[in-house]
């Protein structure tokens, strides 16, 4: 399937359109490249690790926010994979093809929503 990334911006959490679908995969491959997975935690099949990103303006990470705060804080072997994905966003920064070709949209993009699939390493 095809490997999209929710990139949610402005106050209304409507979806960065601007990206094409190239621009949105070369983000996501980078993540991929960036996330050091642990292949063997338990129960990958039924995680999706949500995490809201908090961009500055010239595409570096100001925060990253596990959104499952209960799991996170429940469940171990979630806690190790969120914490690799969080440490994935702030290793690939910076997002500069935001501040490069964006910058006048910066509401836009300040905030990205990105769903990390440990079970078969998609990132959308």
């Known amino acids: 399937h095809v490997n999209n990334m929710g990139v949610e911006g402005g106050t209304g959490g409507s979806y960065f359109s601007e990206l094409s679908i190239s621009e949105i995969d070369a983000i996501a491959g980078r993540l991929r490249a960036c996330w050091n997975l642990d292949p063997g935690a338990m129960g990958i099949e039924n995680m999706i690790i949500e995490v809201r990103v908090y961009l500055n303006r010239d595409g570096t990470v100001r925060d990253a926010k596990v959104l499952d705060t209960s799991r996170y804080n429940s469940d171990k072997f979630y806690r190790s994979v969120a914490d690799s994905a969080r440490r994935a966003v702030y290793v690939c920064a910076p997002y500069s093809i935001f501040s490069n070709r964006y910058a006048d949209k ?5 905030t990205m929503k990105l769903r990390f699939n440990p079970f078969d390493a998609t990132i959308k």
Request: glycine content about 0%; proline content about 0%; overall charge neutral.
């Open 106 to 110: 910066y509401d836009m993009w300040k």
